[in-house]
């Protein structure tokens, strides 16, 4: 099965500054790369995602880019914010519809 | 509801009783997954719904856990004779389809299980 490792498992930025998670995944088939954040004591929701015919997206602050050559893919958010703070997780499907997480990344954003 | 809905929010158990977590998916919607949120860790992966059928069961723990789902709407989770490493949070997620290029799915705020 598809397996994510996802770094650093903790990350603390001052306010402004930018915000960068890795991500590797094992099977090459996988084809859906979606980033989810998780605020505490909330449930997870879906931020942004890529698709593996595309190698970059951008949503105002945040980016995803997507290297299929070397299987990773990475979180960018730009000009952090308080309400940036939250666990972030990403996740790769392989073809068997079992989207995998990582084990999350916990953003502290210091004001 | 506009939501996914979970219940109970909270379980408190005695080891060894069996437990029961309901999932109410988004109305439509054909997909349903169950995942387990252990502290610190990630999402992991339990069980897929495809309407009524599972047809990945892959990701359950062990023999003790099982999961059914009727109408293509409602799903149950359960979990007998109960051991503390099945305290976490379980979180159900529902999405339109089960699309090979990926649908995004919807997180109920998940049932917080404590077998004491």
């Known amino acids: 099965g598809e397996n994510v490792e996802q770094h650093p498992s903790t990350l603390s930025v001052q306010e402004g500054d930018s915000a960068v998670i890795k991500c590797t995944y094992s099977?090459?088939?996988?084809?859906?790369f979606p980033w989810y954040k998780q605020e505490l004591g909330k449930r997870p929701q879906l931020i942004i995602d890529i698709r593996s015919n595309v190698g970059e997206k951008k949503d105002q602050r945040i980016a995803v880019t997507l290297n299929k050559t070397a299987k990773h893919f990475s979180l960018h958010i730009t000009e952090t914010q308080p309400e940036d703070s939250a666990v972030y997780f990403c996740a790769a499907l392989p073809n068997d519809y079992k989207l995998s997480f990582g084990a999350g990344t916990t953003v502290t954003v210091r004001a | 509801g506009a939501g996914v809905s979970q219940s109970p929010s909270n379980k408190v158990t005695e080891k060894g009783k069996d437990v029961e977590l309901r999932c109410d998916p988004i109305s439509g919607h054909t997909a349903l997954y169950w995942y387990r949120q252990s502290l610190g860790q990630g999402l992991e992966f339990l069980i897929y719904f495809q309407g009524n059928s599972a047809p990945d069961k892959s990701g359950l723990p062990s023999d003790r856990f099982s999961a059914e789902r009727t109408g293509g709407s409602v799903s149950t989770l359960t979990i007998q004779r109960t051991q503390q490493e099945d305290s976490a949070v379980y979180l159900c997620a529902s999405s339109k389809t089960d699309s090979w290029m990926g649908e995004k799915l919807f997180f109920g705020s998940g049932t917080q299980l404590s077998v004491l």
């Open positions: 099977d090459s088939a996988s084809n859906y």
